[in-house]
């Protein structure tokens, strides 16, 4: 029994006829449309989102207003000369595709009828098809260098609102009450080196607050194997007055530096002096946790406020007695919405 041996030439002419059949969902330029349409969310989605972070109470990054502001202007500078530009382009491909796909249906016929042309004709439809894959490319990449920095900074505004709002889950989560005009500046998947040693060193949530630095163990301990059972523990470990933290320093500590370390000097009389390590996780930069607390600690960070602070809130903290009128002893700290102040060594109670 004879097979039929292979065609070379009707191969190859299929493989060119399939290779431009994926060209199809190309000549409307796709990928640059999906680009402007996701930049052209993430902007307009930018000011209701900056409104909610200010509503749940996120007082700093003042610039975000004005950057959604830029952004948007920007990007209507831009949009609708690109769009018109897809739309122009995308024509013309679509011209050209007819034209070309007319040429492969004549192809068709000549492979079961005059092979021997179909030969002297495919290396022309071969440069043609990859003419119009290399325009179509071209053309991508020059709309999207239109576009410049716009989607990526467009996405980074929006990333720093997201980690804003993480910020303020965690806020809202904390076993502990924030200080009277408190306003929480970052927070941090964090690990308290308590030990030194790795075991029995608490996992939780590092903030940094306008007033403090505040650690929170949050995990679930005595798991069976990591995996299994255990016990929910949340509850406030440490908490240092910003004033009480000298100095602050940034490591990439372990194996090809995974480890981001934190070590905070503190003056004498603070909780758990001279020093306090702490190791950030979930992505974060230790060096850049290390910069904002210098920041916070000398001031800088007050231009980014974008709500002051309350002023009847803040004379009331002023005026709060930091001693007992009746037995001298230290008083708590006000807290947030607190309107009297319980003394814990001899029971007096002090309105404020």
Known sequence: MSTQEPNPIA??????????????????LPDISREITDTSDQIQSLPADIVKVRQR???????????????????????????????SESNTFQTDYRRLDTLFTEGVR??????????SRLPTLENQVQELEERIQATERKLSADLGTLPADASQAADQLNDIN?????????????????????????????????????DGILYLTDQRLVFEQKETTGKTLGLFGGKKVQELEWEIPLHQITDVKAENKGFFGGKD???????????????????????VACKFWA??????????TKDERAIQPDAEALEAIKKAPTACPSCGGTLPMLVAGQHQIDCVYCGAVIRV
Do not use: C
Request: charged letters at 25%.
């Open 166 to 202: 993480w910020y303020l889950d965690q806020k809202d989560e904390a076993s502990f009450k924030f200080l009277a005009g408190e306003s929480v500046f970052l927070a941090a998947k964090a690990e308290w080196v308590a030990t030194g040693k790795g075991k029995n060193d608490p």
């Open 261 to 283: 370390m934190l070590y905070f000097t503190l003056k004498q009389g603070a909780p758990h002096a001279p020093q306090i390590t702490v190791e950030v996780k979930g992505g």
């Open 11 to 28: 191969e190859q002419f299929q493989e060119l006829h399939s290779r431009f059949k994926d060209l199809y969902d190309n000549i409307k």
């Open 291 to 300: 910069a904002q607390v210098q920041r916070m600690l000398s001031g800088n």
């Open 57 to 87: 109470g996120y007082v700093f990054a003042a610039y975000m207003e004005q950057k959604s502001n830029v952004l948007n202007k920007r990007f209507n500078d831009v949009r609708h000369r690109i769009e018109n530009a897809v739309q």
């Open 110 to 119: 000549l492979a079961a009828s005059t092979p021997g042309l179909l030969t």
